[in-house]
C-alpha cells in the first residue's frame, strides 16, 4: 500500500493493520491546513529556551513560571516535511493540566496534557501522552528559514514534571504503491489538521474501519491536486461494533484508556482511468444484447419450422384418412373418472392412480377438432366475471366438474376467454401503476442520500464495496449501478418475445385456427407481461439501491424480488386452473403483506422472540389455508362453520371408513409443501438469521423451486414431452443459477452490521479491474432469471395440438 497518484481519474487510498488487532478509526482526507487557536496563560517568569530537535527535554512548570521553547528549521519550497511535537506528563496525578500552545508563521496550535477524549455516551477518558504534527508553513522563496515556538504553562501551583521532544517527519509525503507503516494512539493522530476524535469530521471524506477500508479519491473533489491522509484512533471499540463495556460512572469520572495503541500500513494505489469505464461499459452492454441477437436468430428458425409444419399439415389435410393412417387414437389414461365424451357419468367404481396408468380406455374415441368445445362457446352478452357460470348443463357445475377424481384443463377451463384476458390484464395494469408510484419516491430518496454523502463526506451511511467502488460524477459506485443493467434490457426482450407470441395467439384467434381454440394450455399472456415488468423494476430499484445501500433502504431491492418469485408461482399454476386463479388483487395484497413483514422484520425481528412467534404462526397457518385452497381447488369456504366441516371429514374419511385421500397427486405435493414451510418456519425460530429479508426471499423461492419441480414430474409422467427448446432453457437456467448463488454468497459488505465491520468483507474487483463479485451476481442473476421466464414460457410448447380434454390438470 502507498502514496499520491496524479492519474485523470483521482487516486485510491486504502489502509489497514496488523492481523489479529480489533481497533476502531476514523479516516479523514482534506485540503485545508490551517489551524487557530490561542493560549491564556497566567505566569510571572517566562524563561525561552534555544532547542534542537531529536533531544529530549526533562523540565518542571508551575503556574509561576512559563518556559518557551524555541526552534528553527529550513522550509523548502518543493520539499513536504512534516515536524512532530510528542509531550509525556511525567506527574502522577497533578493539580492541573499542563498547556501546550504551539506558534508558527500562519498558524497556531495549542492542547493540554492529560489530554481529555470522549467516547460513546459521553464517558471521558485521559491521556498523559499526546503528540501532534505540525503543517509545513508556506514559502515563496526556494528556501526559507522559519521559527516556532512551543510554550508551556499550567495554573497548577505544585510543580509538574512533564517531557518534551520534536523531531522532524521525513516521510511526510506519502509515495504511489509504496507502504508506509506507522502506530497511532488517540491522543497521537498521524496527522497536521483535524486529527482528533471530536474534529476529524469537519471537513473531507471520512470513514470508520476495523481491519482495513479504502477511500477512493477523484480528483475534482481537490483543486489544490493534494491532500493530507488522517488516521484517529477511536477511544472506544463500541463505535466500530465492539463490545459494549459497563462502567459505573461517578459525576465527572475520568477513566483509563488502557493500551490503545495501533500499528498501521497506509498505501495510495492510482486509480482506474477512463479506458476502463468505457471497457466496463461496453462489456455489459455487449453481454445483453447478445441475447437480443440471439433470439432474433432463435426467432427466424423457430418461424421456418412453423411454416414447414403448416405446410405439411395442410397437405395433409388434402389426403384421405385412409392414406395418412389415422384413425381411432386412445385418450389420455387421466380420463378415468371424467365425463366421457358420449354422455356417460363416472364409474361408481374407485379408481386408483395406477389402476388409472393401465387401463387403456378403448371404448373412447377422439372427436374432430372442431367440433370439441362448442359446449363452452365464448358468451357474447357479457365480459364480467361471475361465482358460477352460465351454463345449462347440469353437469358442467363447478361443485360436481371440479370435485372429480381426475381434472382435465377443458374441466377448468370453461369462464368466457375474454372475461379471463382481462382478468389476467390488470395483472399487468396494476404492476405498472405499483411501478410508477413505488420508484418516483425511491429515485428522490436516494439522490438525497448520495447528495449527503458528497457534502458532509460520511462514507459511514452507504455501504459500498470499497475496495471495488468506481465513483463517476455525483455516484460513488457506478459499477454497482452499471451491472443492473440487465435486469432491464432482459426484461424487457423478454415482453417483446411475449408480444410476439400474444400477436401470433391472436392472428391464429382471428383466423378461427381450431388448434388455437381448442388444443393446448390457454393462452393468457397478462401474468408474463407483469413478470416482465417486474424484472425490468427490480433492476431499476436494484439501481436505486446500490446508489447508497443501508438499512434504511435495503426493501428497495428486495420488494420485486418477492414480486418475481409470487408471479412465477401464480403463471405455473395458472397453466392448468385458468378459471380459479388468483385476482390480481388478492395476489398483490398478499405480496403487500410480505413486503409488510420483511420490513418488520428487519426492524423488530433481532433477537425478539415474540416476533419469531408471531411470524412461525402466520407462516403455518398461512401454509395450511393454501393447502386447503389447492387441494379443494377453491370449493371450501372459511366461515363459521370451517371447523364443524373439518371434524365431520376427520369423522368420515378417518375414523369411519379410513379411506385414503381421493386426490393423491395434489396430497403428495401438500405434504411436501407443509414438511418444507414448517422446518423453515422452525428453522426461524429457532437460529433467528440476522438477514430477515434474505431468509423471507428463500421461503418464496423454496416453495417455487418445490412446485416446479413437482410440476415437471407430473408433466412426464403423464405422458407429456419436454421440447428441446424447453429443456436447453431449463439446463442453461440451471447452471446460471448455480454459479449466481456463488457470487451472491461471496458477501462483500453487509448493512447488518457497522460499517466499519462491513469493510472487513470489502474485496478487490475480479472482472476487468472494474467489477466485483456482486456485480457478476447482478449479470448471472438477471440471466438466469430470463432463463426461468423462457421455461415458463416454453415447457408446454409440446401441448399446443393436443385437445384441452387430453391435458392432465395437477
Same mark, same amino acid.
Given at each position: 500500500?502507498?502514496?499520491?497518484?496524479?492519474?485523470?481519474?483521482?487516486?485510491?487510498?486504502?489502509?489497514?493493520?496488523? %492481523?489479529?488487532?480489533?481497533?476502531?478509526?476514523?479516516?479523514?482526507?482534506?485540503?485545508?491546513?490551517?489551524?487557530?487557536?490561542?493560549?491564556?496563560?497566567?505566569?510571572?517568569?517566562?524563561?525561552?529556551?534555544?532547542?534542537? @530537535?531529536?533531544?529530549?527535554?526533562?523540565?518542571?512548570?508551575?503556574?509561576?513560571?512559563?518556559?518557551?521553547?524555541?526552534?528553527?528549521?529550513?522550509?523548502?519550497?518543493?520539499?513536504?516535511? !512534516?515536524?512532530?511535537?510528542?509531550?509525556?506528563?511525567?506527574?502522577?496525578?497533578?493539580?492541573? %493540566?499542563?498547556?501546550?500552545?504551539?506558534?508558527?508563521?500562519?498558524?497556531?496550535?495549542? /492542547?493540554?496534557?492529560?489530554?481529555?477524549?470522549?467516547?460513546?455516551?459521553?464517558?471521558?477518558?485521559?491521556?498523559?501522552?499526546?503528540?501532534?504534527?505540525?503543517?509545513?508553513?508556506?514559502? +515563496?522563496?526556494?528556501?526559507?528559514?522559519?521559527?516556532?515556538?512551543?510554550?508551556?504553562?499550567?495554573?497548577?501551583?505544585? !510543580?509538574?514534571?512533564?517531557?518534551?521532544?520534536?523531531?522532524?517527519?521525513?516521510?511526510?509525503?506519502?509515495?504511489?504503491?509504496?507502504?508506509?507503516? =506507522?502506530?497511532?494512539?488517540?491522543?497521537?493522530?498521524?496527522?497536521?489538521?483535524?486529527?482528533?476524535?471530536?474534529?476529524?469530521?469537519?471537513?473531507?471524506?471520512?470513514?470508520?474501519?476495523?481491519?482495513?477500508?479504502?477511500?477512493?479519491?477523484?480528483?475534482?473533489?481537490? %483543486?489544490?491536486?493534494?491532500?493530507?491522509?488522517?488516521?484517529?484512533?477511536?477511544?472506544?471499540?463500541?463505535?466500530?461494533?465492539?463490545?459494549?463495556?459497563?462502567?459505573?460512572?461517578?459525576?465527572?469520572?475520568?477513566?483509563?484508556?488502557?493500551?490503545?495503541?495501533?500499528?498501521?500500513?497506509?498505501?495510495?494505489?492510482?486509480?482506474?482511468?477512463?479506458?476502463?469505464?468505457?471497457?466496463?461499459?461496453? /462489456?455489459?452492454?455487449?453481454?445483453?444484447?447478445?441475447?437480443?441477437?440471439?433470439?432474433?436468430?432463435?426467432?427466424?428458425?423457430?418461424?421456418?419450422?412453423?411454416?414447414?409444419?403448416?405446410?405439411?399439415?395442410?397437405?395433409?389435410?388434402?389426403?384421405? %384418412?385412409?392414406?395418412?393412417?389415422?384413425?381411432?387414437?386412445?385418450?389420455?389414461?387421466?380420463?378415468?373418472?371424467?365425463?366421457?365424451?358420449?354422455?356417460?357419468?363416472?364409474?361408481?367404481?374407485?379408481?386408483?392412480?395406477?389402476?388409472?396408468?393401465?387401463?387403456?380406455?378403448?371404448?373412447?374415441?377422439?372427436?374432430?377438432?372442431?367440433?370439441?368445445?362448442?359446449?363452452?362457446?365464448?358468451?357474447?352478452?357479457?365480459?364480467?366475471?361471475?361465482?358460477?357460470?352460465?351454463?345449462?348443463?347440469?353437469?358442467?357445475?363447478?361443485?360436481?366438474?371440479?370435485?372429480?377424481?381426475?381434472?382435465?384443463?377443458?374441466?377448468?377451463?370453461?369462464?368466457?376467454?375474454?372475461?379471463?384476458?382481462?382478468?389476467?390484464?390488470?395483472?399487468?395494469?396494476?404492476?405498472?401503476?405499483?411501478?410508477?408510484?413505488?420508484?418516483?419516491?425511491?429515485?428522490?430518496?436516494?439522490?438525497?442520500?448520495?447528495?449527503?454523502?458528497?457534502?458532509?463526506?460520511?462514507?459511514? #451511511?452507504?455501504?459500498?464495496?470499497?475496495?471495488?467502488?468506481?465513483?463517476?460524477?455525483?455516484?460513488?459506485?457506478?459499477?454497482?449501478?452499471?451491472?443492473?443493467?440487465?435486469?432491464?434490457?432482459?426484461?424487457?426482450?423478454?415482453?417483446? #418475445?411475449?408480444?410476439?407470441?400474444?400477436?401470433?395467439?391472436?392472428?391464429?384467434?382471428?383466423?378461427?385456427?381450431?388448434?388455437?381454440?381448442?388444443?393446448?394450455?390457454?393462452?393468457? @399472456?397478462?401474468?408474463?407481461?407483469?413478470?416482465?415488468?417486474?424484472?425490468?423494476?427490480?433492476?431499476?430499484?436494484?439501481?436505486?439501491?446500490?446508489?447508497?445501500?443501508?438499512?434504511?433502504?435495503?426493501?428497495?431491492?428486495?420488494?420485486?424480488?418477492?414480486? #418475481?418469485? !409470487?408471479?412465477?408461482?401464480?403463471?405455473?399454476?395458472?397453466?392448468?386452473?385458468?378459471?380459479?386463479?388468483?385476482?390480481?388483487?388478492?395476489?398483490?395484497?398478499?405480496?403487500?403483506?410480505?413486503?409488510?413483514?420483511?420490513?418488520?422484520?428487519?426492524?423488530?425481528?433481532?433477537?425478539?422472540?415474540?416476533?419469531?412467534?408471531?411470524?412461525?404462526? &402466520?407462516?403455518?397457518?398461512?401454509?395450511?389455508?393454501?393447502?386447503?385452497?389447492?387441494?379443494?381447488?377453491?370449493?371450501?369456504?372459511?366461515?363459521?362453520?370451517?371447523?364443524?366441516?373439518?371434524?365431520?371429514?376427520?369423522?368420515?374419511?378417518? &375414523?369411519?371408513?379410513?379411506?385414503?385421500?381421493?386426490? #393423491?397427486?395434489?396430497?403428495?405435493?401438500?405434504?411436501?409443501?407443509? &414438511?418444507?414451510?414448517?422446518?423453515?418456519?422452525?428453522?426461524?425460530?429457532?437460529?433467528?438469521?440476522?438477514?430477515?429479508?434474505?431468509?423471507?426471499?428463500?421461503?418464496?423461492?423454496?416453495?417455487?423451486?418445490?412446485? @416446479?419441480? /413437482?410440476?415437471?414430474?407430473?408433466?412426464?409422467?403423464?405422458?407429456?414431452?419436454?421440447?428441446?427448446?424447453?429443456?436447453?432453457?431449463?439446463?442453461?437456467?440451471?447452471?446460471?443459477?448455480? @454459479?449466481?448463488?456463488?457470487?451472491?454468497?461471496?458477501?462483500?459488505?453487509?448493512?447488518?452490521?457497522?460499517?466499519?465491520?462491513?469493510?472487513?468483507?470489502?474485496?478487490?474487483?475480479?472482472?476487468?479491474?472494474?467489477?466485483?463479485?456482486?456485480?457478476?451476481?447482478? =449479470?448471472?442473476?438477471?440471466?438466469?432469471?430470463?432463463?426461468?421466464?423462457?421455461?415458463?414460457?416454453?415447457?408446454?410448447?409440446? +401441448?399446443?395440438?393436443?385437445?384441452?380434454?387430453?391435458?392432465?390438470?395437477?
Amino acid at each position: 500500500m502507498s502514496n499520491c497518484w496524479r492519474s485523470r481519474r483521482g487516486t485510491v487510498f486504502s489502509c489497514g493493520f496488523e %492481523p489479529g488487532l480489533f481497533s476502531c478509526f476514523g479516516v479523514l482526507l482534506l485540503t485545508t491546513h490551517v489551524l487557530y487557536g490561542e493560549a491564556n496563560t497566567n505566569t510571572s517568569v517566562v524563561v525561552q529556551k534555544d532547542a534542537q @530537535f531529536d533531544i529530549t527535554y526533562l523540565d518542571t512548570v508551575t503556574s509561576e513560571n512559563q518556559t518557551i521553547y524555541a526552534f528553527n528549521h529550513t522550509v523548502s519550497k518543493n520539499k513536504t516535511e !512534516g515536524v512532530r511535537v510528542s509531550v509525556e506528563l511525567l506527574s502522577e496525578r497533578p493539580n492541573g %493540566p499542563v498547556l501546550f500552545v504551539v506558534r508558527q508563521k500562519q498558524a497556531v496550535l495549542s /492542547f493540554q496534557v492529560p489530554l481529555i477524549l470522549r467516547g460513546l455516551y459521553q464517558r471521558k477518558y485521559q491521556y498523559t501522552q499526546v503528540g501532534r504534527t505540525l503543517c509545513q508553513p508556506p514559502t +515563496l522563496a526556494l528556501s526559507e528559514m522559519q521559527f516556532f515556538y512551543v510554550d508551556v504553562s499550567t495554573l497548577s501551583t505544585s !510543580g509538574v514534571h512533564y517531557q518534551l521532544r520534536v523531531s522532524r517527519v521525513e516521510s511526510f509525503t506519502l509515495q504511489t504503491d509504496k507502504k508506509f507503516t =506507522f502506530n497511532a494512539t488517540p491522543s497521537q493522530p498521524q496527522c497536521p489538521v483535524y486529527d482528533l476524535d471530536n474534529n476529524v469530521a469537519f471537513i473531507g471524506m471520512y470513514q470508520t474501519m476495523t481491519k482495513t477500508g479504502a477511500i477512493t479519491v477523484q480528483r475534482k473533489d481537490f %483543486p489544490s491536486n493534494s491532500f493530507y491522509v488522517v488516521v484517529v484512533v477511536k477511544t472506544e471499540d463500541e463505535a466500530c461494533g465492539g463490545p459494549l463495556k459497563f462502567y459505573s460512572l461517578l459525576p465527572d469520572e475520568l477513566l483509563d484508556a488502557g493500551n490503545r495503541s495501533k500499528t498501521l500500513d497506509v498505501v495510495v494505489s492510482p486509480a482506474i482511468n477512463s479506458n476502463v469505464y468505457i471497457m466496463g461499459v461496453l /462489456f455489459c452492454l455487449g453481454i445483453f444484447l447478445s441475447f437480443y441477437i440471439l433470439t432474433f436468430l432463435v426467432a427466424c428458425i423457430e418461424n421456418k419450422r412453423l411454416h414447414r409444419k403448416r405446410a405439411g399439415l395442410l397437405k395433409a389435410a388434402d389426403m384421405s %384418412p385412409a392414406e395418412t393412417g389415422k384413425g381411432l387414437s386412445p385418450a389420455s389414461p387421466y380420463e378415468y373418472g371424467s365425463f366421457a365424451d358420449n354422455g356417460s357419468t363416472m364409474s361408481s367404481e374407485p379408481v386408483t392412480d395406477s389402476m388409472a396408468s393401465a387401463e387403456t380406455n378403448d371404448g373412447y374415441m377422439e372427436r374432430p377438432l372442431d367440433v370439441v368445445g362448442r359446449c363452452r362457446q365464448e358468451s357474447l352478452s357479457s365480459v364480467e366475471e361471475d361465482d358460477y357460470d352460465t351454463l345449462a348443463d347440469i353437469d358442467s357445475d363447478k361443485n360436481i366438474v371440479r370435485t372429480k377424481k381426475y381434472l382435465c384443463v377443458s374441466d377448468l377451463a370453461r369462464k368466457d376467454k375474454r372475461v379471463l384476458n382481462k382478468k389476467y390484464q390488470i395483472y399487468f395494469w396494476n404492476i405498472a401503476t405499483i411501478a410508477v408510484f413505488y420508484a418516483l419516491p425511491v429515485i428522490q430518496l436516494v439522490i438525497t442520500y448520495q447528495t449527503v454523502v458528497n457534502v458532509t463526506g460520511n462514507q459511514d #451511511i452507504c455501504y459500498y464495496n470499497f475496495l471495488c467502488a468506481h465513483p463517476l460524477g455525483a455516484l460513488s459506485s457506478f459499477n454497482n449501478i452499471l451491472s443492473n443493467l440487465g435486469y432491464v434490457m432482459l426484461g424487457l426482450l423478454f415482453l417483446l #418475445i411475449v408480444l410476439q407470441r400474444d400477436i401470433l395467439h391472436n392472428r391464429a384467434l382471428m383466423r378461427n385456427d381450431t388448434p388455437a381454440l381448442e388444443c393446448g394450455i390457454p393462452k393468457h @399472456f397478462g401474468l408474463f407481461y407483469a413478470m416482465g415488468t417486474a424484472l425490468m423494476m427490480e433492476g431499476l430499484l436494484s439501481a436505486c439501491y446500490h446508489v447508497c445501500p443501508n438499512y434504511t433502504n435495503f426493501q428497495f431491492d428486495t420488494s420485486f424480488m418477492y414480486m #418475481i418469485a !409470487g408471479l412465477c408461482m401464480l403463471k405455473l399454476y395458472q397453466k392448468r386452473h385458468p378459471d380459479i386463479n388468483a385476482s390480481a388483487y388478492s395476489a398483490y395484497a398478499c405480496l403487500a403483506a410480505v413486503i409488510f413483514f420483511s420490513v418488520l422484520g428487519v426492524v423488530f425481528g433481532k433477537g425478539n422472540t415474540a416476533f419469531w412467534v408471531v411470524f412461525s404462526v &402466520i407462516h403455518i397457518v398461512a401454509t395450511m389455508l393454501l393447502s386447503t385452497q389447492l387441494y379443494y381447488v377453491g370449493r371450501w369456504r372459511l366461515d363459521s362453520g370451517i371447523l364443524r366441516r373439518i371434524l365431520y371429514v376427520i369423522y368420515t374419511d378417518c &375414523i369411519q371408513q379410513c379411506s385414503g385421500p381421493m386426490y #393423491i397427486d395434489r396430497m403428495v405435493l401438500l405434504v411436501m409443501g407443509n &414438511i418444507v414451510n414448517w422446518s423453515l418456519a422452525a428453522y426461524g425460530l429457532i437460529k433467528r438469521p440476522n438477514d430477515f429479508a434474505s431468509y423471507l426471499l428463500a421461503i418464496a423461492i423454496c416453495n417455487l423451486l418445490l412446485y @416446479f419441480a /413437482f410440476y415437471i414430474i407430473m408433466k412426464l409422467r403423464s405422458g407429456e414431452r419436454v421440447l428441446f427448446l424447453a429443456l436447453v432453457c431449463i439446463l442453461f437456467t440451471a447452471v446460471v443459477w448455480g @454459479f449466481a448463488l456463488f457470487f451472491f454468497f461471496q458477501g462483500l459488505s453487509t448493512w447488518q452490521k457497522t460499517p466499519a465491520e462491513s469493510r472487513e468483507h470489502n474485496r478487490d474487483c475480479i472482472l476487468l479491474s472494474f467489477f466485483d463479485d456482486h456485480d457478476i451476481w447482478h =449479470f448471472l442473476s438477471s440471466i438466469a432469471m430470463f432463463g426461468s421466464f423462457l421455461v415458463l414460457l416454453t415447457m408446454d410448447d409440446d +401441448l399446443d395440438t393436443i385437445q384441452r380434454e387430453k391435458i392432465y390438470v395437477f
